[in-house]
């Protein structure tokens, strides 16, 4: 499926090293991965402009407010922490599109 070359993109991120080809080649051989130097290049090409912190932080914050919504809130409320929620989704949707897009 390819994740492993995005998994691969992010331990070097983590790791506050560049994202290179050499790197993410390295990394997936490393795993004992046969490694498709297409699909490599083009993670890397896709992932140049991409904040990675940005991406992570709104997939993150998702799961936050769905959990933080309260328990005995007003219906009117609760549509508009539904809205919220649902807004917060199509942000992720949208941020993981980038990254889908590397195997559409």
């Given at each position: ?22 790197e993410?080649?390295g ?11 297409a699909m490599i ?5 896709n992932?140049?402009g ?8 709104s ?15 007003a219906p ?17 949707e949208?941020a993981?599109?980038?990254l889908?897009?590397l195997?559409?």
């Amino acid at each position: 499926m390819g994740l492993e070359y995005i998994y691969a993109a992010l331990l070097l991120h983590e790791a506050k090293k560049e994202i290179t080809e050499k790197e993410v080649s390295g990394i997936v051989k490393a795993a004992g991965i046969d490694a498709n130097e297409a699909m490599i290049k083009a993670t890397v090409e896709n992932l140049k402009g991409v904040n990675i912190e940005e991406v992570l932080a709104s997939a993150m914050a998702a799961p936050v407010a769905v959990a933080a919504a309260p328990s005995g809130a007003a219906p009117a409320a609760e549509k508009k922490e539904e809205k919220k929620a649902e807004d917060e989704e199509k942000k992720k949707e949208e941020a993981a599109a980038g990254l889908s897009s590397l195997f559409g």
